[in-house]
């Protein structure tokens, strides 16, 4: 009996990672990861690599950090109003109502993980695509 005798062997088949739904929704849930830690850990500094040329005409990658933008704010009467963004908008859930309302900052990161669980059970799909198409033209061909 030789070793590959012992091995199972099976059809390799690779994940379609070009599917528009699955790939949009890793697009906001890695935002909403970064938003859960940016809630969590008040030292938390999020950071990009960028390729920067010095006077040499050398090239080298460095760790910048990142801009992020909060999510949520406080309004007038204390409460803090939490919107979640695709892209530069927010997602509309109802009609005229795009804020979560919550009663204090420390529930915004138990609300995030929920609505990130809902990006994963494809909850969202439709106001994702909604916002996806949003800014996007639609020509036609002429016939």
Known sequence: MTVLDTLNFVAFNPLQNNNPIAV??????????????????????PTQHKWITDEYGNQRKVEVSKRVKRWWTASVGGKINLVVRYGSK????????????????????????????AVELGELDALIEKQAQ????VTQKNK
């Open 24 to 45: 949009r929704r890793r697009k906001l849930i890695a935002k909403i990861d970064e938003q859960i830690l940016l809630a969590t850990d008040k030292d938390f500094t």
């Open 90 to 117: 927010p997602l509309e859930f109802a009609k005229g109502k795009n804020a979560i309302e919550l009663a204090s900052e420390a529930e915004v990161a138990d609300t995030l993980r929920k609505v990130r669980d």
């Open 134 to 137: 949003f800014g996007r033209r």
